[in-house]
Nanobody, 120 residues
Framework: QVQLAESGGGLVQPGGSLRLSCVAS????????MSWYRQAPGNERELVAI???????NYLDSVKGRFAISRDNAKNTVYLQMNGLKPEDTGLYYC??????????????WGQGTQVTVSS
């Protein structure tokens, strides 16, 4: 079994910054892509950023130039640096990891979510 633990969310003023972290643990053989999603009240969950095992990243258009995803493979950790935060960035942020377990079973795992609130 694999668990993801997110941290780093909180309340920040517009223009502020936060760094989210997500640590994967458990029966991990290999972590493939890692990603961040978010969901605001009344909206669908959307992909914010994704990073492959090789370090290639893609972003939601509205966060390009403001957010940066990175990973530390040795620590099974993915980060999301969020700068220039806007009220519309508010939402529950979820970590997702595409994991091949030690039993060679591949599936996606989700964290519990961490709340990001951008408000004055």
């Amino acid at each position: 079994q694999v668990q993801l633990a997110e941290s780093g969310g909180g309340l920040v003023q517009p223009g502020g910054s936060l760094r989210l972290s997500c640590v994967a643990s458990g029966s991990i053989g290999r972590i493939n892509a890692m990603s961040w999603y978010r969901q605001a009240p009344g909206n669908e969950r959307e992909l914010v950023a994704i990073i492959t095992s090789g370090g290639s990243a893609n972003y939601l258009d509205s966060v390009k130039g403001r957010f940066a995803i990175s990973r530390d493979n040795a620590k099974n950790t993915v980060y999301l640096q969020m700068n220039g935060l806007k009220p519309e960035d508010t939402g529950l942020y979820y970590c997702n990891a595409d994991v091949t377990t030690i039993s060679v079973f591949r599936k996606a795992y989700w964290g519990q979510g961490t709340q990001v609130t951008v408000s004055s």
